[in-house]
């Protein structure tokens, strides 16, 4: 049996009541229900139907027949026809101890009336189990030709709507369908099933509650049916979201499986792609070497032919000088012979010449592989240009984490990062066929002594000392598939920050100087002054410009950032109201405000792909909006952590997060998930990173007895909390946050001193 026979089976009985509500004819309902009740098996009209426990219902006879097959071949189960669910087979010879199918039975009699075919029906009024003719569906019982007359007679049952067989409609067979099952316990057989006993679980007629169910708990025959309907529907209900829980596996099997096709048609077409590339090399070499043999035959045969000629002319001429010598002897002239003889001696001395003529002898030709080519043949000799890696290793879920100096690295300083391979559900996972290929390229070339060592666990480390100051080029591939991010670009420098002198100008003072930000557009700075209730633009030259925003007398700026759209995101609050969040032009023009999703925010910046990051101390979660605000992509917090989120700052996947009065700043992945912590503070507060990968902290301590006041400092860290440097170490100062600036300086600003200090690199600071 086909999966779409199975499936039409399976859905036949669903459709039943479609097919009594269509628009068709009687004969075509007929043959409907015919089809409603053929059985799966013998494709017949099932005959003493019985019904499996997956609800499929089979004849009798060929259930038994199947389980007599089963048997036979020695096993204890059988499976559904239709939906090959698997079921014991009876200790009996027989399946008759299932239920029978009161729905099938029902059709079965219906279709006994088909084309007028009554014998199947017998009298429900007389004695003589006469073929029926008619059915009354007030009486609700088929009636003889006699019967049907005398029950047109009677006073009492002459309006009863009758119907003779013959003429049945769709109507009239929808309510024979559904007409009430009758009992049957002897005697009780022109009873209907009335009621459900709850204590034996079946249903009975009146007289059987009477005989066999008196003191029984009785309730109606439809209220018992309209509870369980209630529990049917319910687990049809769970039955459906199971259905769609287990096509959404199913889809995303498929989709697995495409990919899993692709990668194999993407692995053919590279492994035909580097051997077509491979074939191509090697005849191109064949050419050129074929070429070079060519043209040093042509050489040498021309070389051949030369000599060959010189040997022509020599013994041509000496045959000449031969009979010419022989000549004077045969005449035997005695003036002759004394006048020619020192001309032949010259002449013989002449043709032999001052050396012998040599055989010419071209140069020994042969083909010497250079050191490359002798390498590639052993390895074609071994394993081929290449081999088919078949591994549960993916690379799209593997990842490299940097061990120490990650991104701020010294030249000569050994650095060390991790390889790890998972598997799809991202367990780590090994396969000692993996190959895990490394390059580093600094800008004098590539780094050939890289060291991978594989812990065969499906771990890795790589070591290697940077040579020279500048961008290095780190490429990660597993089983030729980059991991992602790879290539990362990591920066060798020994940049420091030095104090300069310049000082933000012509706006008066700052009394709580507590955020900054800087417009990549406009390349205007933007400074919150919490005290003053003032949010105050300045140029990149630290020249004073206007207040965007005064909000005295109520309001205090506690946070502030430039969004994608280059409008200045603002985080404000109010004594004994929370925090909330309005977005402003540079010119101070109210553009909306940013409530939904926000308990209190405490702290707001601004990602590179324009989400914005909000730190929320109403619910200690740090929360990523869409660019305009109004979508909540993720949220996230540490369980059991009581500290609330101060500042938060997002980079190449992971996000930074300082709490308050915490003792070290918390990095999260892509998803959120805790990572690792950074270093040892007394309280962590502003944070950035600059282009080298610099993570800057503003740190502060609160001083007790013998000295009083609060320590403050700015600590330089790699991405991984290795300690690079630090500055700013001041007594009765309190910074609060730090920004880089396009032009690569720091800005720190001193809440407690009420001013902003600048930094610039070394080797730019004046």
């Known amino acids: ?108 009699d219906i279709l006994a009336l088909k084309d007028g075919k009554t014998e199947g029906q017998r009298c429900d009024s007389c004695e003589e189990n006469s073929a029926v003719t008619s059915y009354c569906f007030i009486c609700q019982s088929f009636l003889c030709t006699a019967c049907f007359e005398a029950h047109q007679r009677l006073k009492t049952t002459r309006g009863h709507r009758n119907v003779l067989i013959e003429k049945l409609q769709v109507q009239d067979v929808k309510e024979l369908i559904q007409r009430p099952v009758m009992c049957t316990e002897k005697y009780h057989q022109n009873e209907a099933l009335e009621y459900f006993c709850q204590d034996c679980k079946v249903c009975i007629c009146m007289k059987c509650g009477f005989v066999n169910h008196n003191r029984h708990t009785l309730v109606d025959i439809q209220q018992a049916a309209e509870e369980r309907k209630i529990q049917i529907t319910e687990v049809i209900d769970k039955a459906k979201a199971q259905v769609a829980v287990v096509e959404r596996k199913m889809n995303r099997q498929i989709d697995v499986m495409k990919r899993t096709t692709h990668e194999l048609v993407t692995t053919g077409n590279k492994i035909t792609a580097i051997v077509d590339e491979l074939v191509r090399a090697l005849r191109e070499h064949e050419t050129a070497m074929k070429t070079s043999l060519g043209h040093i035959n042509e050489a040498q045969q021309r070389d051949h032919a030369t000599q060959l000629e010189n040997f022509q002319l020599t013994v041509s001429q000496l045959k000449g000088f031969v009979e010419c010598g022989k000549g004077v002897l045969q005449r035997n ?119 991978v060592t594989d812990f065969k666990d499906g771990s890795y480390n790589v070591c290697y000392k940077p040579k020279c100051v500048g961008q290095h080029n780190v490429s990660i591939e597993l089983n030729g598939i980059p991991l992602n991010g790879s290539p990362w670009r990591i920066q060798v420098t020994q940049q420091k920050y030095q104090h300069v002198s310049k000082e933000f100008s012509g706006h008066g003072e700052f009394r709580f100087p507590c955020s900054i930000a800087q417009s990549e557009k406009t390349g205007n700075i933007a400074v919150a002054d919490y005290d003053n209730k003032k949010v105050l633009l300045f140029n990149s030259g630290l020249k004073y410009l206007r207040t965007v925003v005064d909000m005295r007398p109520t309001r205090k700026p506690r946070s502030l950032a430039f ?63 869409s660019p ?56 962590p507060a502003g944070l950035a990173i600059d282009k080298f990968g610099q993570l800057f902290v503003c740190d502060f301590e609160v001083l007790v007895s013998p000295s009083s006041g609060v320590r403050s400092k700015v600590l330089v860290l790699t991405l991984d909390g290795e300690l690079v440097d630090w500055f700013l170490v001041n007594l009765n100062s309190c910074f609060c946050s730090v920004a880089v600036t396009l032009n690569g300086n720091v800005l720190v600003s001193d809440v407690k001193k009420g001013s902003i200090q600048v930094f610039q690199q070394a080797s730019n600071a004046e």
């Open 1 to 108: 049996m086909t999966a779409s026979t199975r499936r039409r089976l399976g859905t036949s009985q669903a459709t039943f009541f479609c097919l009594l509500h269509s628009d068709m004819d009687v004969q075509q309902l007929f043959k409907n229900l015919r089809k409603e009740a053929e059985c799966p098996l013998c494709l017949e009209t099932v005959n003493d139907p019985k019904t499996l426990p997956c609800l499929h219902s089979f004849c009798l006879h060929c259930l038994d027949k199947l389980g007599t097959f089963a048997r036979r071949q020695l096993q204890p189960t059988i499976k559904c026809p239709v939906c090959l669910t698997l079921f014991q087979i009876p200790e009996e010879d027989t399946f008759r101890g299932l239920p029978t199918s009161f729905h099938l039975n029902r059709l079965v």
């Open 333 to 451: 002239i005695a003036s002759e012979i004394l006048q020619a003889q020192q001309n032949v001696i010259s002449r013989f001395e002449e043709l032999l010449g001052p050396s012998e003529t040599k055989i010419y002898s071209p140069c020994h030709v042969s083909y010497v592989p250079n050191k490359e080519t002798k390498q590639l043949v052993n390895v074609l000799k071994v394993s081929g240009p290449g081999q088919v890696v078949a591994s549960f290793t993916d690379p799209s879920r593997s990842v490299a984490e940097w061990k120490g100096r990650k991104t701020i690295l010294k030249p000569g300083n050994e650095t060390n990062f991790s390889i790890l391979t998972r598997s799809s559900n991202g367990n780590q996972f090994y396969n000692e066929e993996d190959q895990v290929t490394v390059k580093i390229r600094s800008p004098t070339g590539e780094i050939k002594d890289n060291r």
């Open 563 to 625: 969004t994608k759209f280059h409008n200045i995101i603002v985080v404000d609050e109010a004594s004994h109201e929370s925090s909330k969040i309005s977005v402003f032009t540079e010119n101070g023009k109210l553009i909306k405000h940013i409530s939904e999703h926000l308990t209190n925010p405490c702290s707001v910046s601004v990602m590179s792909d324009g989400n914005i990051l909000v730190c929320d101390s109403g619910d200690i979660s740090i929360k990523v909006l």
């Open 628 to 683: 305009d605000g109004t979508e909540l992509l993720r949220s996230f917090r540490i369980r059991n952590y009581d500290a609330f989120p101060w500042f938060a700052v997002y980079h190449k996947g992971k996000y930074f997060v300082s709490y308050r009065m915490a003792d070290c700043v918390k990095v999260f992945n892509e998803e959120g998930e805790p990572l690792y912590d950074i270093g040892q503070f007394n309280c």
